[in-house]
T-cell receptor, first 116, second 116 residues
Framework: NAGVTQTPKFQVLKTGQSMTLQCAQD?????MSWYRQDPGMGLRLIHY???????DQGEVPNGYNVSRSTTEDFPLRLLSAAPSQTSVYFC???????????????FGEGSRLTVL | AQSVAQPEDQVNVAEGNPLTVKCTYS??????LFWYVQYPNRGLQFLLK??????LVKGSYGFEAEFNKSQTSFHLKKPSALVSDSALYFC??????????????FGRGTQLTVWP
């Protein structure tokens, strides 16, 4: 199994450009999420999804869009990139939404984004 | 509101000595608590979790964590540190109810360095 796959691993954008970070998982997980990691800030939740067609906002959703058309894929779209969006982005999934398994996340390797 | 605090940005220990990485939490209701580890340029990996039951939880790579309800703490411990344990450690708490079911809140992380 590949687990959680993120592409691209590295990306440089100019201010105002748009792009999509891809995330795919092959574990049939219902729960998927996007985090950003910044030095001294830990991980902050951007958006999450509890199943195909269902998404919700996390702590820092502004400037990002998501959709969940299939169980496997959960792309993150930056609409108009800003330098404040320079960060490392992680996609994570879980086999359980409720109960004792919820919160046990499987992470991708990360996507490092620089906005100039 | 749910929150996690990791009071130490950095912990340094000698190989073979016991290590402790501290975590305190705030959550309404019963807490679901987690520890994750991140090696350089990698995604986070699940280490262990507390849901209910014994206050001492055992996890991967010889790590364990002690849940203390009265002190609202969930400290990560290992009896004998290895150089290979050097990494960034994150404590996390799960939001257990309502419309945010399944959301995970992370601390800012503690950098553990084990020297030979």
């Amino acid at each position: 199994n590949a687990g959680v796959t993120q592409t691209p691993k590295f990306q440089v954008l100019k201010t105002g450009q748009s792009m999509t970070l891809q995330c795919a998982q092959d574990m049939n997980h219902e729960y998927m999420s996007w985090y950003r990691q910044d030095p001294g800030m830990g991980l902050r939740l951007i958006h999450y999804s509890v199943g195909a067609g269902i998404t919700d906002q996390g702590e820092v959703p502004n400037g990002y869009n998501v959709s969940r058309s299939t169980t496997e894929d959960f792309p993150l779209r930056l609409l108009s990139a800003a330098p404040s969006q320079t960060s490392v982005y992680f996609c994570a999934s879980s086999y359980s939404i409720t109960g004792s398994g919820a919160g046990e996340l499987f992470f991708g390797e990360g996507s490092r984004l620089t906005v100039l | 509101a749910q929150s996690v605090a990791q009071p130490e940005d950095q912990v340094n220990v000698a190989e073979g000595n016991p290590l402790t990485v501290k975590c305190t939490y705030s959550v309404s209701g019963n807490p679901y608590l987690f520890w994750y580890v991140q090696y350089p340029n990698r995604g986070l990996q699940f280490l262990l979790k507390y849901i209910t039951g014994d206050n001492l939880v055992k996890g991967s790579y010889g790590f364990e964590a002690e849940f203390n309800k009265s002190q609202t703490s969930f400290h990560l411990k290992k009896p004998s540190a290895l150089v290979s344990d050097s990494a960034l450690y994150f404590c996390a708490v799960r939001d257990g109810g309502g419309s945010t079911l399944g959301r995970l809140y992370f601390g800012r992380g503690t950098q553990l360095t084990v020297w030979p």
